[in-house]
């Protein structure tokens, strides 16, 4: 791989984000947001020592426009950085919540489940099992909004490439996308409130 990440500054409008986080708040609302788990999709568990965030799902057919828009920029960092590596869609996405009241953080993790691939049936009418392969985020708050709350890479994991200036990728529309693989974490709020979309492209399993 060329890098182990690359970001889009201003990929949304601060006026977008707003918009974004409206609707996502109002869904929340109506719905009700959810503990963040660990593990696996299907069983995953709460542990407040590992992770604390409120979070809800966005399915494609809530924002169509805005899976179209992110799935676009996925592709050229795909195309452009990371070896085209073999995905196929994007399942949903969540809008997560991190504040002081929760205590929010997530310690150094990987997105990807290696063993907890979930299964999709192709036209053939074979199964085949899905990985998590490329990740998303993308900053909905400004970043005096909150202090601490710092996505961080894993050091050792982009020796080549060098971790992503902090700054930036705090900015208000800006886009990082990574190989799910990527070990990273978030560090505690300790004031304010942020908010952020997520997500992952899935694919064939990893080889």
Known sequence: MKSMWSYFENFFTPEECDILTLKCLNKSLKDGMDEGKV??????????????????NIYLDEMREVFAKLVSAVDAANKKWFNEIDITNLEYIQFMQYDTNSGGFYTEHQDVMYLDGDKIQTPSGDEINLHRKISFSLQLSESNDYK????????????????????????????????????????????????????WVVGPTWR
Request: proline share 6%; aromatic share 4%.
């Open 39 to 56: 593990g696996g999709q299907h069983d995953g568990r709460i542990d407040s020592k590992v992770r604390q965030v409120k979070l809800c």
């Open 148 to 199: 601490g709350c710092d996505l961080k890479f894993n050091r050792a994991d982009c020796e080549i490439s060098g971790r992503p200036d902090p700054e930036t990728i705090r900015q208000k529309g800006t886009l990082l996308v990574f190989p799910s693989f990527l070990r990273h974490s978030v560090t505690p709020i300790t004031d304010g409130t942020r908010h952020a979309l997520v997500g």
